[in-house]
T-cell receptor
Framework: GENVEQHPSTLSVQEGDSAVIKCTYS??????FPWYKQELGKRPQLIID?????GEKKDQRIAVTLNKTAKHFSLHITETQPEDSAVYFC???????????FGAGTTVTVRA | SAVISQKPSRDICQRGTSLTIQCQVD?????MFWYRQQPGQSLTLIAT?????????ESGFVIDKFPISRPNLTFSTLTVSNMSPEDSSIYLC???????????FGSGTRLTVV
C-alpha cells in the first residue's frame, strides 16, 4: 500500500514567519494529496488539496506544492498567526482507490 | 458541505463491554469510513462501509472486534466489542462527499476503557 512520511514532527515558528511541512509518498500511482488541520480536541478539517496534474495551489496564506518526480509535496503557511497552531496531516490517495493514507502529523506552534 | 453527526461524543466503559458508535450524515454518501486515532497519533483506517455489502477491514482489524452496520446511505454504526484499555482512543467516521475528493470527518467519539 501507499506509505506517506511527514517531516518535521514538531515545528515552532515566530508569529509572522513562514512554516513548511514536507511529505513524501511511495506509490507513483498516487494522484491526490490533501492536507488536514486538527486543532486540539477537534476533528481533522481539510484545508487544501492538490491533484497530480497541478504543481502548485494557493489559498490565501496557504499553498501546497507537488513534485511528482521526487514524489514529495509540501504545505506552506505564510504570515503565521496564533490560530495556525494545530496538528497538520498530509495524505495521499492512489488512482482508482478510495482510501487515504495519512502521514504521522506535524504539531505546529506559533509563538506570539 | 455535508453535516456529519457522531455520537456519543465521549464515553467511559468497563472492560469486557461493548460500545456502539453512530454516524449520521445529512446527505446520501456512497462510502463511509471508520478511523481510530490513538492519543497523539495519526489516523488509522479501521474499515470501509458501503451500503448493502459487508464492510472491508484493514489489516489488523477484524469484524468480530469491530462489527459495522451500514443500513442505508446516510447512516453507519461501529461497535467496539469486548473492550480492553488498549481500545481507549478517538474513533472517527468519515464520508466521501460526492463531487469532492476531500473526506469530511465526524466530530469523533472519545472512548476510555477502565
Amino acid at each position: 500500500g501507499e506509505n506517506v512520511e511527514q517531516h518535521p514532527s514538531t515545528l515552532s515558528v515566530q508569529e509572522g514567519d513562514s512554516a513548511v511541512i514536507k511529505c513524501t509518498y511511495s506509490d507513483s500511482a498516487s494522484n491526490y494529496f490533501p492536507w488536514y488541520k486538527q486543532e486540539l480536541g477537534k476533528r481533522p478539517q481539510l484545508i487544501i488539496d492538490i491533484r497530480s496534474n497541478v504543481g502548485e495551489k494557493k489559498d490565501q496564506r496557504i499553498a501546497v506544492t507537488l513534485n511528482k518526480t521526487a514524489k514529495h509535496f509540501s504545505l506552506h503557511i505564510t504570515e503565521t498567526q496564533p490560530e495556525d497552531s494545530a496538528v497538520y496531516f498530509c495524505a495521499a490517495r492512489r488512482a482508482n482507490d478510495y482510501k487515504l493514507s495519512f502521514g504521522a502529523g506535524t504539531t505546529v506552534t506559533v509563538r506570539a | 458541505s455535508a453535516v456529519i453527526s457522531q455520537k456519543p461524543s465521549r464515553d467511559i466503559c468497563q472492560r469486557g463491554t461493548s460500545l456502539t458508535i453512530q454516524c449520521q450524515v445529512d446527505s446520501q454518501v456512497t462510502m463511509m469510513f471508520w478511523y481510530r486515532q490513538q492519543p497523539g497519533q495519526s489516523l488509522t483506517l479501521i474499515a470501509t462501509a458501503n451500503q448493502g455489502s459487508e464492510a472491508t477491514y484493514e489489516s489488523g482489524f477484524v469484524i468480530d472486534k469491530f462489527p459495522i452496520s451500514r443500513p442505508n446511505l446516510t447512516f453507519s454504526t461501529l461497535t467496539v466489542s469486548n473492550m480492553s484499555p488498549e481500545d481507549s482512543s478517538i474513533y472517527l467516521c468519515s464520508v466521501d462527499l460526492r463531487g469532492r475528493d476531500g473526506y469530511t470527518f465526524g466530530s469523533g467519539t472519545r472512548l476510555t476503557v477502565v
